[in-house]
Nanobody, 124 residues
Framework: QVQLMESGGGSVQPGGSLRLSCVASEYTDIRNMAWFRQTPGLEREAVAA????????FYTPSVKGRFAISQDNAKNTMYLQMNSLKPEDTAMYYCAASTTFSVGFGLPYQYQYWGQGTQVTVSS
């Protein structure tokens, strides 16, 4: 059983930056890790994903060039660096991990493990 713990959310002004972290209790069997976000009334949206075996990264178009997903295997940690934040980035952000799905964006049901979420609010 993998446990995930996010941190790093908060409130920033438009144009600001935040870095989210997701620490996994164990990393060896994880193949794909991703960040999803969700606002009330909307479906959970995949934002960025990472294939842990070779570090390949994937982004939804709305964040490409502004967000960067990365991993530190030695620390069992995945990061999401978010720059040039916009009000529409406001959401609860969730870390997810899959031991079966590998490359690209998975659908939420393909990720067996989820963190509790961390709120990101972008407002002036």
């Amino acid at each position: 059983q993998v446990q995930l713990m996010e941190s790093g959310g908060g409130s920033v002004q438009p144009g600001g930056s935040l870095r989210l972290s997701c620490v996994a209790s164990e990393y060896t069997d994880i193949r794909n890790m991703a960040w999803f976000r969700q606002t009330p009334g909307l479906e959970r949206e995949a934002v960025a994903a990472l294939y842990t075996r070779d570090g390949s990264t994937f982004y939804t178009p709305s964040v490409k060039g502004r967000f960067a997903i990365s991993q530190d295997n030695a620390k069992n940690t995945m990061y999401l660096q978010m720059n040039s934040l916009k009000p529409e980035d406001t959401a609860m952000y969730y870390c997810a991990a899959s031991t079966t799905f590998s490359v690209g964006f998975g659908l939420p049901y393909q990720y067996q493990y989820w963190g509790q979420g961390t709120q990101v609010t972008v407002s002036s």
